[in-house]
């Protein structure tokens, strides 16, 4: 059975459709990627997901719960986190004080010790920094920072947004390699990304969305090397 598993959402911004009936799931352990131009509902799928936007119709099954009826901060103790498009990290704030938001559902201090340490062994520079404010600290920095504070909640599935956004080619590269990683440790990811190569390259499978609508989905590599996804998203 699915981790996750969406049927029929529609979203609406007003008169604007954003999502319209889209359908798709997440087994544990996976690595799913949604790809597709801007505009297309990427993001509006996460938020959703999230508990940020609420649906005009359809069902989001998590863990056999119902999180249409459920409030944001109870999804993510539901083990669901979502590292959002432009990182959001909160700038004013120590890379410390950003890690223990993070945490802010767990009340076990032993275990959030012991999760901050897998955190910085994940991401050395977190731990170098972490007196300094966050909003001092490169791109990529803040990218690492917002999946480490993601990471800190003990999530069962993490809900990316364009991490490689804004990005240098090394940083891309490694924030690629960082999600790999934390997919080997048990940790199953949606991944929304314009990237598509590389969302295609690490996933297993993969939906496009166009204009609020899954067009195209199977597995990754499949789709990586389907003519109409080169021409239309690899630039080929």
Do not use: C, W
Not at 25 to 51: C, M, P, Q, R
Not at 159 to 183: A, R
């Amino acid at each position: 059975m699915a981790l996750l598993d969406v049927q029929n959402l529609s979203v609406n911004y007003g008169v604007i459709k954003a999502l319209k009936g889209i359908s798709f799931h997440v087994d544990k352990g996976e690595i799913v990627a949604l790809i597709g131009a801007n505009g297309a509902g990427k993001t509006t799928t996460l938020h959703t997901l999230s508990g940020l936007l609420k649906p005009e119709s359809g069902t989001i099954t998590y863990k056999d719960q119902n999180l249409v009826t459920t409030p944001g901060h109870k999804i993510v103790s539901l083990g669901m986190a979502h590292v959002p498009e432009g990182r959001r990290v909160f700038k004013d704030m120590t890379v410390l004080q950003n890690l223990k938001m993070g945490a802010y559902t767990r009340k076990d201090t032993a275990e959030f010790q012991s999760t901050l340490e897998m955190v910085y062994k994940r991401f050395p520079r977190l731990e170098e920094r972490k007196e300094q404010l966050s909003g001092t600290l490169s791109g990529g920095e803040q990218q690492m920072l917002a999946m480490g504070r993601a990471l800190m909640s003990h999530p069962d599935i993490i809900l990316m947004d364009e991490p490689s956004m804004g990005l240098s080619p090394i940083f891309v590269n490694e924030i690629f390699s960082i999600i790999e990683d934390v997919n080997k440790d048990g940790v199953t990811v949606l991944l929304v990304e314009q990237n598509a190569r590389k969302a295609l390259t690490i996933a297993d499978r993969a939906y496009v969305l166009e204009t609020g609508s899954i067009v195209k989905e199977g597995n990754a590599n499949d789709l990586l090397n389907d003519e109409s996804i080169r021409k239309a998203y690899l630039g080929e």
